[in-house]
């Protein structure tokens, strides 16, 4: 058995000894499904965008850990770690996206079953999901029954506190309305607009707003799986950017391979504006920040690329 192999078999060991002592501190120190003996709900997120949601749900009466928090990492790579599975093993509530997309999460929970815990997968509750395409949360349609989710889950572990649930769960989905005032804007201006997309992730985004993907699907799919397009599409892909038939190229910034960095290079050669998106919130801002400074840049980029731009 080689060095890796046995460090391998360590590691999982550790996780389920750590987690089996959680669960024995959890049962004897008060923490249950109606919350903390301190009167704090431990909530563990996935990815930081859901954590910032529910950390904006349930306000004080919640503390949250984010895992997936850094947008310099690609989330397709991610390995979870020891300190990963000890925040799982003490969360009465746990947030993941699911539909593969954070299958770690998976094993974690496997590792420390807690029959008290909730768990919430977003895929599972997001209204309009698109085919195989897992980034759920970038919909803004999809955010507001995964916050409902959130709060139905706040409620049950803490029922004494639902009208602040309630309320906090009221204001977040009114803040969501500037967001979809923008895209209904971007969408009266720039409908049937040709743009690339390095990867599905924002489909989410383009499909409402009208705007014409005509990067091969299957390109986008294969970039955000991880996996090498085809030839074919490459260089379909490749042809768009250079022949200039996008206005704009979207690029997740947090996926980048060798073709993806081609596809870079060729947009600014040619003067194609481009707009960087991430999988992973960047820090300090909250969700709805986040989506609009995103939505404000690709405006400019289109009223750019277009000649509507005000000066």
Same mark, same amino acid.
């Given at each position: 058995m080689n060095r890796k192999v046995i460090a391998v078999i360590i590691v999982v060991i550790f996780i389920i000894i750590v987690a089996a002592i959680g669960y024995f501190l959890i049962k004897h120190e008060g923490v249950s499904g109606s919350g903390s003996s301190s009167g704090i709900i431990h909530i563990v997120a996935a990815e930081n965008f859901y954590g %910032?949601?529910?950390a904006q749900l349930g306000g004080s009466h919640v503390s949250v850990v984010s895992i997936l928090a850094d947008p310099n990492v690609d989330p397709h790579e991610y390995e979870s770690s020891v300190q =990963?599975?000890?925040a799982i093993t003490n969360a009465n509530l746990v947030i993941e996206n699911g539909l593969e997309y954070d299958t770690w999460m998976d094993k974690l929970l496997a590792a420390s079953p807690n029959s008290d815990r909730v768990v919430i997968v977003?895929?599972?509750v997001a209204t309009n999901p698109l085919p195989n395409n897992p980034h759920v949360w970038y919909g803004v349609d %999809?955010?507001?029954s995964i916050a409902q989710a959130i709060t139905n889950a706040l409620i049950k572990l803490d029922p004494a506190n639902k009208a602040s649930y309630e309320s906090n769960?009221?204001?977040f989905n009114d803040s969501l309305a500037p967001l979809q005032a923008r895209m209904d804007e971007i969408k009266t201006k720039?409908?049937?607009?040709?743009?690339a997309l390095t990867e599905t992730i924002y489909l989410y985004e383009t499909q409402p707003m009208g705007l014409d993907v005509i990067t091969p699907f =299957?390109?986008?799919k294969a970039i955000a799986e991880g996996n090498d397009p085809s030839a074919e599409s490459v260089n379909v892909t490749n042809t768009q950017i250079n022949d200039n038939q996008v206005k704009v190229l979207i690029y997740n910034s947090q996926t980048v391979t060798p073709v993806t960095t081609n596809l870079l290079n060729a947009a600014e050669k040619n003067n194609i504006p481009v707009v960087p998106v991430s999988e992973t919130m960047p820090p300090n801002v909250t969700y709805q920040t986040w989506i609009m400074n995103e939505l404000n840049n690709l405006e400019q980029s289109l009223a750019r690329a277009t000649g509507n731009l005000k000066l």
């Open positions: %910032n949601i529910a =990963d599975g000890i977003a895929g599972n %999809n955010i507001g769960l009221a204001a720039y409908a049937g607009t040709p743009v =299957d390109f986008e």
